[in-house]
């Protein structure tokens, strides 16, 4: 069992060393990919091009973040900051952020907001936002042509909040 820690341990001390030197040139990369954007008279398929290296870039970034929270979680120091969260106004900043996905993948996205008016919880909320942005973002990328997202937020018997992300994909 011993062993087994200290190569957790390892690994943890690993996954947060590898992310942190990789966003150096990542940053790099992010930055000469905005400059060039900025830039007017570069050609449309120059620019096409910088866009699909800054999406490929964010992609990146966002999987090095989840990599850094995985070895925080694992070493037991994240931090949390519980608060009340609003679900429906989550919900709907979530969608629009991933709603260019949607498109790009005709598929679309509904929430019924109806159901979760009024509705909080005690969250922190950039996780449960991090935690709906990875299941909108996953629905729309695996799903079909055509298909759709349905985002709903239900009371449950027990009192808690079911905030569920269907799709036909």
């Known amino acids: 069992r011993a062993e087994a820690e ?16 990789l966003r150096a040139p990542l940053s790099a990369i992010r930055e000469f990919a905005n400059s060039h954007l900025v830039d ?7 620019r096409n091009n910088t866009e699909d290296l800054l999406k490929a870039s964010n992609q990146l970034q966002d999987s090095l973040n989840d990599l850094l929270d995985l070895a925080k979680i694992e070493a037991s120091k994240i931090d949390l ?7 429906a106004g989550l919900i709907e900043e979530c969608i ?12 679309s996205l509904d929430f019924n907001q109806q ?5 909080t919880v005690l969250a922190d909320h950039s996780r449960l936002k991090q935690v ?9 990328r695996y799903n079909r042509s055509g298909g759709s997202v349905m985002v709903s937020c239900l009371p449950t018997s027990d009192g808690n909040l079911r905030i569920s992300v269907q799709d036909t994909g």
């Open 6 to 21: 200290i190569a957790n341990a390892a690994k943890s001390e690993f996954l947060a060393r590898m992310s942190h030197k």
């Open 81 to 87: 900051n519980i608060m009340t969260v609003d679900c």
């Open 40 to 46: 007017m008279s570069y050609s449309d398929v120059h």
């Open 96 to 107: 629009e952020l991933t709603r260019p996905l949607a498109l790009e993948n005709e598929v």
């Open 115 to 119: 159901t979760s008016a009024g509705n």
């Open 132 to 140: 709906l942005l990875n299941l909108l973002g996953n629905a729309c």
